[in-house]
C-alpha cells in the first residue's frame, strides 16, 4: 500500500484545511486508518483516526470538535476536515493504515503503511 497525502499548506489560525490521503496498491477497505503529526522538535502525536466501518473514530483532546476524520471507500481516501486552526497545530500531517487490527488507534506502532507527510502552517 502506497499512501499520498496532501492538502497541506498555510493559513491563518481560525482558518481551515481538508489533508487528503490516497491509496494505491491496495484498497483500504478492511484498514483502519490515522493522522499524526510531528511538530519541529517534538515527537509524532496522534491525531484522529477511523475505523474500517467507518462507524467509530477517535480524536485527541485539542482539536475534539475542531477536526473531522471521514473516509470514501470509492475513492480509496481518507479525509481530515481541520477547522478553527491554532498556531499550535503547526506539524508536518501523516497519515498511516492500519491493517492488523483495522480499528486504528492511538499508538504509532500498531500502522502498517505511512504516507509522507504534509505540512500543514497556522500563523497567528
Known amino acids: 500500500v502506497q499512501l499520498q497525502a496532501c492538502g497541506g499548506g498555510l493559513v491563518h489560525a481560525g482558518g481551515s484545511l481538508r489533508l487528503s490521503c490516497a491509496a494505491s496498491?491496495?484498497?483500504?477497505?478492511?484498514?483502519?486508518l490515522g493522522w499524526f503529526r510531528q511538530a519541529p522538535g517534538k515527537e509524532r502525536e496522534f491525531v484522529s483516526a477511523?475505523?474500517?466501518?467507518?462507524?467509530?473514530?477517535l480524536y485527541e483532546d485539542s482539536v475534539k470538535g475542531r477536526f473531522t476524520i471521514s473516509r470514501d471507500y470509492a475513492k480509496n481516501t481518507v479525509y481530515l476536515q481541520m477547522n478553527s486552526l491554532k498556531p499550535e497545530d503547526t506539524a508536518v500531517y501523516y497519515c498511516?493504515?492500519?491493517?492488523?487490527?483495522?480499528?486504528?488507534?492511538?499508538?504509532?506502532?500498531?500502522?502498517?503503511?505511512w504516507g509522507q507527510g504534509t505540512l500543514v502552517t497556522v500563523s497567528s
Open positions: 498511516a493504515a492500519d491493517h492488523r487490527t483495522g480499528w486504528g488507534s492511538t499508538t504509532p506502532l500498531t500502522y502498517d503503511y
Open positions: 496498491g491496495r484498497t483500504l477497505s478492511v484498514y483502519g
Open positions: 477511523i475505523n474500517w466501518m467507518g462507524d467509530d473514530t
